[in-house]
């Protein structure tokens, strides 16, 4: 499917979505610790999740209610939490 066919429900029309990266933060950077934070758009739950190095699964929100749209985001940031 091309991009010009793609739909996303409830979504308008003149949406762009060409930018949206499929990757979570569970994804990158797994030899780390890492901060995640979590949102469920669908029902407003949230967590925040310490993700030790080698974690790829994602939160546990997602798998129990899977129609649901969930948005991710780093928390720590390695450039910015270093210790001097």
């Given at each position: 499917?091309?991009?010009?066919?793609?739909t996303?429900?409830?979504a308008?029309?003149?949406v762009?979505?060409?930018?949206?990266?499929?990757?979570?933060?569970?994804d990158?950077?797994?030899d780390d610790?890492?901060?995640?934070g979590?949102?469920?758009?669908?029902?407003e739950?949230?967590?925040?999740?310490l993700?030790e190095?080698?974690?790829?699964r994602?939160?546990e929100?997602?798998?129990?209610h899977p129609t649901?749209?969930?948005?991710?985001?780093?928390e720590?940031n390695?450039?910015?939490n270093?210790?001097?």
């Amino acid at each position: 499917m091309s991009h010009a066919e793609e739909t996303v429900r409830g979504a308008a029309p003149n949406v762009d979505t060409r930018e949206i990266d499929p990757t979570t933060p569970f994804d990158r950077d797994t030899d780390d610790r890492r901060v995640i934070g979590c949102y469920c758009c669908s029902c407003e739950a949230t967590a925040t999740i310490l993700a030790e190095p080698g974690r790829t699964r994602e939160w546990e929100h997602a798998d129990r209610h899977p129609t649901h749209v969930i948005d991710y985001w780093r928390e720590d940031n390695s450039d910015t939490n270093q210790l001097i």
